[in-house]
């Protein structure tokens, strides 16, 4: 899976830098089949206007991590 930053959902607001990352599968992933190139989650993240963009990478990598194993278990359950 990988997380990739979305360019229009990008922007400054009340000083912080707003992101739109969407999280997307691997073919090895479950669920990958039917979702290819269509993200399986989007997600805003509001960071200071002061961080560097490998402290935003890790964010991204952060909520990824996060997120997949919730949708990857809901994804199961529904397939069942």
């Known amino acids: 899976m990988f997380a990739k930053i979305e360019p229009t959902g990008t922007f400054i607001s009340h000083n912080k830098v707003?992101?739109?990352?969407?999280?997307f599968l691997d073919k090895q992933d479950d669920g990958y089949e039917?979702?290819?190139d269509v993200?399986?989650?989007s997600h805003?993240?509001?960071v200071?206007?002061?961080l560097k963009e490998k402290?935003?990478?890790?964010?991204?990598q952060t909520h990824l991590a996060e997120f997949?194993?919730?949708w990857s278990k809901k994804y199961?359950?529904?397939?069942v």
């Open 18 to 23: 707003q992101f739109l990352i969407s999280f």
């Open 34 to 36: 039917e979702k290819q």
């Open 39 to 41: 993200a399986f989650h």
């Open 44 to 46: 805003f993240i509001y």
């Open 48 to 50: 200071d206007t002061v």
């Open 55 to 60: 402290d935003v990478r890790e964010l991204m």
């Open 68 to 70: 997949y194993p919730i």
């Open 76 to 79: 199961k359950k529904d397939k």
